[in-house]
């Protein structure tokens, strides 16, 4: 179609980079091709980081890995912003000199 898009997303490994690696060479992949991307971008996301959740748990249950990742990603469709983030990953937007609060960052106290 004519809209842009763009895929950005950070990975923090835990306990090694087995998870981050896998994570990101396979997130943005399950993104782009869920049924959802085109009329809701946020479920792919959603969905799709929970996809990559499951085939690395798959993988290091098979390959006896111990590590993990925390995780965000921002797709822009043309001029919506979508966020979503794994563990206490964080993004900051700067508008104008000033930063915008996107998200609320998981911590351990929270429910």
Request: net charge negative; aromatic share 8%.
């Amino acid at each position: 179609d004519d809209v842009d898009r763009a895929y950005f997303a950070v990975f923090d490994g835990h306990g090694g980079v087995d998870a981050a690696n896998y994570s990101a060479t396979h997130l943005h992949v399950n993104v782009g091709l869920h049924e959802e991307i085109v009329k809701n971008p946020a479920e792919a996301l959603k969905c799709s980081f929970q996809k990559t959740d499951e085939m690395f748990l798959f993988k290091a249950k098979r390959e006896k890995l111990r590590s993990g990742t925390t995780g965000v990603s921002a797709l822009i469709v043309g001029n919506k912003l979508h966020i979503a983030w794994l563990g206490d990953s964080q993004v900051m937007l700067v508008q104008q000199g000033k930063a915008v609060i996107l998200m609320e960052p998981h911590k351990p106290e929270r429910e």
